[in-house]
T-cell receptor, first 113, second 113 residues
């Protein structure tokens, strides 16, 4: 069966520090991968979308970047965090092809102080 | 631009009650609609996915219906239990294709003993 892992579960970082969140998927090949953010009082917002290694689509302008160095590894990064980067970050995967169900990890709670 | 609305924002019911959660979307040209559950501080768990060609889907005590022409979906929960307490989110694929989802802001459900 397929599983998705995200870490760390929680993170407190000062403004201006770098960020690296990691997500890995097991039990499937060539998945679509996604990063979403859930800010307090707001819905989920799609940040990045990837259909393959090195193929990243950014959905909103922001202080963050994403990379996919391996087929089942998706990394969310920032060189300098802002207070507004605080939120709950969720990684998800789906099988290739349109309109298949999304499966989410347990998320990372990021607090920028 | 697709917009997804969920009503009510919060709901509190006694155990055993049947209940209905509502989801509406502005662009009816969708390929499917997915319902998720989110427990506090956790990721999303996929509950049901209804294809555009379907009218409803059932899983245990859950039944989801879809009316594309009116831009609405409902999630029916039968014989509610305290363990059903969570936030329920609906989501539809972005207009224009692909598997990127637009989420509603959710309905926070509390089932009391």
């Amino acid at each position: 069966s397929q599983t998705i892992h995200q870490w760390p579960a929680t993170l407190v970082q000062p403004v201006g520090s770098p960020l690296s969140l990691e997500c890995t998927v097991e039990g499937t090949s060539n998945p679509n991968l996604y990063w979403y953010r859930q800010a307090a009082g707001r819905g989920l917002q799609l940040l990045f979308y990837s259909v393959g290694i090195g193929q990243i689509s950014s959905e909103v302008p922001q202080n963050l970047s994403a990379s996919r160095p391996q087929d089942r590894q998706f990394i969310l990064s920032s060189k300098k965090l802002l207070l507004s980067d605080s939120g709950f970050y969720l990684c998800a995967w789906s099988v290739q092809g349109a309109y298949s169900p999304l499966h989410f990890g347990n998320g990372t709670r990021l607090t920028v102080t | 631009k697709q917009e997804v609305t969920q009503i009510p924002a919060a709901l509190s019911v006694p155990e055993g009650e049947n209940l209905v959660l509502n989801c509406s979307f502005t662009d009816s040209a969708i390929y499917n609609l997915q319902w998720f559950r989110q427990d506090p501080g956790k990721g999303l768990t996929s509950l049901l996915l209804i294809q555009s060609s379907q009218r409803e889907q059932t899983s245990g005590r859950l039944n989801a219906s879809l009316d594309k022409s009116s831009g609405r979906s409902t999630l029916y929960i039968a014989a509610s239990q305290p363990g059903d307490s969570a936030t329920y989110l609906c989501a539809v694929p972005h207009t224009g294709g692909g598997n990127k989802l637009t989420f509603g802001t959710g309905t926070q459900l509390k089932v009391e003993l």
